[in-house]
């Protein structure tokens, strides 16, 4: 078991560009969670996969974001046209069980748009 | 929608102190109720979980009680290390067609020797 990776840990980008984020889950977990985490802040939900279904979104998750889970493995969270409102940590969490009994989440991107 | 509501830090202790950081939560029916802990550059850990009303949540000697007629799920530990420092996140889970944990702000722990 290697925990939940993500990848990459850090990215600076100019606003206006396109950015791709990739999480790994741990492998036996079929369930799959981004959050946003800003600074002084709790996590906020973005989004949740079942396996390759995409089956809840936040309205936090506008439209320069798409994540896709395409095989039921790992997913990738892309953001079209960074804004600097965008800046914060991604995180990525996975589970087997349903939510009531915790996610494990990974150690995040954190995004730098300048 | 669930809130949590956290006491606001930092709190800074001295080493070998009693720590309390205070949680209370709003959400539909009952919800489960956690504690994750944040080290410096690093994601989210689960700390420790109750599922039920008067369920006790225990590990590394950090305890909470789910107390449902206060709404509450504070954290305890009664000898605090320099190794305890870190943001601790309360946050709970209500289920009802949704898959989102809610999370409170943060409480910013310093622990010094």
């Known amino acids: 078991d290697t925990g939940v990776s993500q990848d990459p840990r850090h990215k600076i980008t100019k606003r206006g560009q396109n950015v791709t984020f990739r999480c790994d889950p741990i492998?036996?977990?079929?369930?799959l969670y981004w959050y946003r985490q800003t600074l002084g802040q709790g996590p906020e939900f973005l989004t949740y996969?079942?396996?390759?279904?995409?089956?809840?979104k936040s309205r936090l998750l506008s439209d320069r974001f798409s994540a896709e889970r395409p095989k039921g493995s790992f997913s990738t969270l892309e953001i079209q046209r960074t804004e600097q409102g965008d800046s914060a940590m991604y995180l990525c969490?996975?589970?087997?069980?349903?939510?009531?009994?915790?996610?494990?989440f990974g150690s995040g991107t954190r995004l730098t748009v300048v | 929608g669930d809130s949590v509501t956290q006491m606001e830090g930092p709190v800074t202790l001295s080493e070998e102190a009693f720590l309390t950081i205070n949680c209370t939560y709003t959400?539909?029916?009952?919800?489960?109720l956690f504690w994750y802990v944040q080290y410096p550059g690093e994601g989210l850990q689960l700390l420790l979980k109750a599922t039920k009303a008067d369920d006790k949540g225990s590990n590394k000697g950090f305890e909470a009680t789910y107390r449902k007629e206060t709404t509450s799920f504070h954290l305890e530990k009664g000898s605090v290390q320099v190794s305890d420092s870190a943001v601790y996140f309360c946050?709970?889970?209500?289920?009802?067609?949704?898959?989102?944990?809610?999370f409170g702000k943060g409480t910013k722990l310093s622990v010094i020797p």
């Open positions: 959400a539909t029916g009952y919800p489960s």
């Open positions: 996969f079942q396996n390759e279904a995409q089956l809840e």
């Open positions: 969490a996975s589970s087997l069980e349903l939510p009531n009994y915790g996610y494990t």
């Open positions: 492998s036996e977990h079929n369930r």
């Open positions: 946050a709970s889970y209500s289920g009802a067609g949704s898959y989102q944990l809610t």
